[in-house]
């Protein structure tokens, strides 16, 4: 198997700027969403000798996590499409040396043959444009009995982070409209039961689906400005940004309305908002 064409577009995307931003708020954005990968983690049951495959695993956060968890009897493959984002997680990886980085698309290329006890994602698993070709490859690199654990966001009406600064920005500007639900993105597994009908259809079983919500720091951290520049640099506000006509004064229009709307989740730690997430979990019957 090795037909990248299908991922052409995700994997130019994250090699470019997806890639880079994502590199250059690598500490803002673990620190943001790291409460929800620790969730996941909690429910891929992980224990001492595992071996771990972690799915999308861009600067190398969780496959860090699990590589401590699992410690020097077991390992940790993490695979990623983004050369720069797997060379930010190299260059974390210090003396663990049973941690590998492997860059490779989950859904075109081999990824071994019952190898894996686990198999781990957070964010990382939304973006194929033949979800069940790519479960159905992780599930052929998953040991008899292993198990599978990730986090993904649930709709963006039910995570204000995301929809309130669009909401401010497209009373300014105008916005490409969202994509379809399915279409590959960080929202194309908001549905459940599209969840279930892909991790079914790639031979899964024990499919359970857990809503989880949970406060996230928005950018990690720091005062309004500090949280206005992470979500024009990182999210669905600067993806919507990415392809709209807009000027100085229009930018600065957009900047006061998204403060305006941040501003009542603004505590001495951050601005702090509900997050809404699943937490799926399946076996390899
Ligand atoms: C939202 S980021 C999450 C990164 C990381 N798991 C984290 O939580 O910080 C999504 C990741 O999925 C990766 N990705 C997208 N399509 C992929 C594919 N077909 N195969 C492997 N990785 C992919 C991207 O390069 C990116 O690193």
Same mark, same amino acid.
């Given at each position: 198997m090795n037909d990248q064409a299908t991922n052409a577009d995700q994997i130019a995307f994250w090699n470019a700027k997806a890639g880079s931003k994502w590199v250059e708020y690598q500490a803002q954005l673990d620190r943001q969403i790291g409460v929800l990968g620790d969730a996941m983690l909690r429910a891929a049951g992980l224990g001492a000798g595992h071996r771990v495959l972690d799915v999308g @695993?861009? @600067? !190398?956060a969780t496959a860090l996590q699990a590589a401590a968890m699992v410690g020097a009897s077991g390992t940790v493959t993490g695979v990623d499409v983004s050369a720069p984002m797997l060379a930010r997680a190299r260059a974390r $990886? !210090? !003396?663990?040396? $049973?941690v590998q980085f492997v860059e490779a698309d989950? $859904? &075109? *290329?081999a990824l071994g043959a &019952?190898?894996?006890d686990r198999v781990i994602s957070r964010f990382g698993v =939304?973006? %194929?444009?033949d979800p069940v070709a790519a479960f159905r490859n992780v599930r052929a690199a998953m040991a008899p009995k292993g198990r599978l654990a990730f986090v993904c966001w649930r709709g963006a009406d039910e995570n204000p982070w995301m929809s309130e600064p669009v909401k401010a920005a497209a009373r300014h500007v105008e916005l490409p409209p969202a994509? +379809? /639900? *399915?279409? +590959? !993105? +960080? =929202?194309? %597994? /908001?549905d459940p039961e599209r969840v279930r009908r892909i991790l079914n259809a790639a031979g899964l079983a024990a499919i359970e689906i857990v809503k989880h919500d949970a406060p996230c720091v928005i950018g990690g951290g720091g005062d309004l400005d500090t949280c206005v520049d992470f979500l024009f640099n990182v999210g669905p506000l600067s993806r919507a940004l990415m392809s709209a006509d807009f000027n100085e004064q229009s930018k600065a229009a957009i900047r006061a309305s998204v403060c305006d709307v941040l501003r009542p989740y603004l505590t001495p730690t951050g601005v702090v908002m509900p997050c809404a997430v699943w937490i799926v979990t399946a076996s390899n019957a």
């Open positions: @695993c861009g @600067c !190398g $990886q !210090g !003396g663990l040396s $049973q989950v $859904q &075109a *290329d &019952a190898l894996y =939304m973006f %194929f444009t994509p +379809p /639900a *399915d279409a +590959p !993105g +960080p =929202m194309s %597994f /908001a």
